[in-house]
């Protein structure tokens, strides 16, 4: 593995199912993001992680959660799916928050809930 | 409110230069980022500027004027591989990263 790795690639979900996002990466870095991002809309912060044990909410948290039990991971769940959750999701990492770190991206994952 | 403004969508021509330009309103500015993303693809870093100036990185370079709230992206001699969206994200008083919708270039040969 080298950089941050995301699972699946692609899902169809029925709506009122559960999902969850995998996200992995292996640069040790403290700090974690999950994004969506619509057409016409820029990326938008779902949820956040400044360090391992410690979640944040960010502009858009409602209807997901995330955990991070560890360094390396960061899953995005879905509790109840619902067709205004089709998107693109991001995952991203940096060395550290709350200072300039540049995010790195992870390759995405398309949901659609239909 | 927060806000990052970027045009939609640009046309350049092969070899020549052209210059994305991105307008911001945000709470505090801890600097300004530029990504690239291919069609997709994940965003990638190209830039980063906090002080008022140009930064130059080999064909790409990107100007801040932190009082007029304004940066641009400057790409010369360009190449079909530089057709992409462009992303300007401003990092805020709380060191979140707020995102324009992007500029897709789209380069003619």
């Known amino acids: 593995i080298a950089g941050i790795t995301q699972a699946p690639t692609s899902q169809i979900l029925a709506a009122g199912r559960r999902m969850t996002l995998r996200c992995t990466q292996d640069m040790r870095h403290n700090a974690m993001y999950w994004y969506r991002q619509d057409l016409g809309l820029g990326l938008r912060l779902i949820h956040y992680s400044n360090t391992a044990g410690t979640t944040g909410k960010g502009e858009v948290p409602d209807g997901y959660s995330v955990s991070r039990a560890n360094t390396d991971d960061f899953p995005l769940t879905l509790a109840s799916a619902v067709p205004s959750q089709t998107s693109v999701y991001f995952c991203?990492?940096?060395?550290?928050?709350?200072?300039?770190?540049?995010?790195?991206f992870g390759p995405g994952t398309r949901l659609t809930v239909l | 409110g927060q806000n990052i403004d970027q045009p939609t969508e640009m046309t350049a021509t092969e070899g020549a230069i052209v210059q994305i330009n991105c307008t911001y309103q945000?709470?505090?500015?801890?600097?300004l980022f530029w990504y690239q993303q291919h069609a997709g693809e994940a965003p990638t870093f190209l830039s980063y500027n906090v002080l008022d100036g140009l930064e130059e990185k080999g064909r790409f370079s990107s100007f801040l004027s932190r009082s007029k709230g304004y940066s641009y992206l400057l790409l010369k001699e360009l190449q079909m591989k530089d057709s992409a969206s462009y992303l300007c994200?401003?990092?805020?008083?709380?060191?979140?990263?707020?995102w324009g919708a992007g500029t897709k270039l789209i380069i003619k040969p």
């Open positions: 991203a990492s940096s060395a550290t928050s709350g200072v300039t770190d540049t995010q790195y």
């Open positions: 994200a401003v990092l805020d008083s709380n060191y979140q990263l707020i």
């Open positions: 945000t709470s505090g500015f801890n600097g």
